[in-house]
């Protein structure tokens, strides 16, 4: 049992340098924490998992798994499969709102047309500042 607790803190390091590239971008505002918090809490469990395999091995034989590779492997995918379904989400809410502002910007262009076309070219000052809001 101590040699696969062995094993796997490799892989535990490398979750633990992951989040701190994770962090550091959060910091330097490149990415959002909205985005991000579900990224880094999937590395915290992977990470765990690693240094903690004497739990995880336990866990994973009462699900049925005979390695514990193959559990971190299952649980790794899963998460990603997760995170990629929260990604189409985002993106089609993304596309979903830039529909609907480049709909409202048409809208508002139409009427400033309309509103320019209405007017008579005067010299007075209160119609030139009514044009220019």
């Given at each position: ?84 379904l929260r ?15 480049t709909q ?30």
């Amino acid at each position: 049992m101590q040699q696969v607790a062995e094993d796997y803190w490799p892989f535990g390091v490398a979750c633990i340098v992951i989040a701190l590239v994770l962090l550091r971008l959060l910091a330097r505002e490149r990415i959002t924490l909205q985005g991000s918090m579900s990224y880094l809490g999937f590395l915290i469990v992977l990470g765990a998992m690693a240094v903690f395999s004497n739990t995880t091995t336990r866990i994973a034989r009462a699900l049925g798994f005979t390695l514990l590779s193959n559990f971190f492997f299952c649980t790794a995918i899963a998460g990603l499969a997760i995170l990629h379904l929260r990604a189409l989400v985002m993106l089609s809410k993304v596309h979903l709102r830039s529909i609907a502002l480049t709909q409202e910007l048409a809208l508002l262009q139409e009427r400033l047309d309309r509103v320019q076309a209405a007017q008579v070219p005067t010299n007075d000052l209160a119609a030139t500042a009514a044009l220019k809001r």
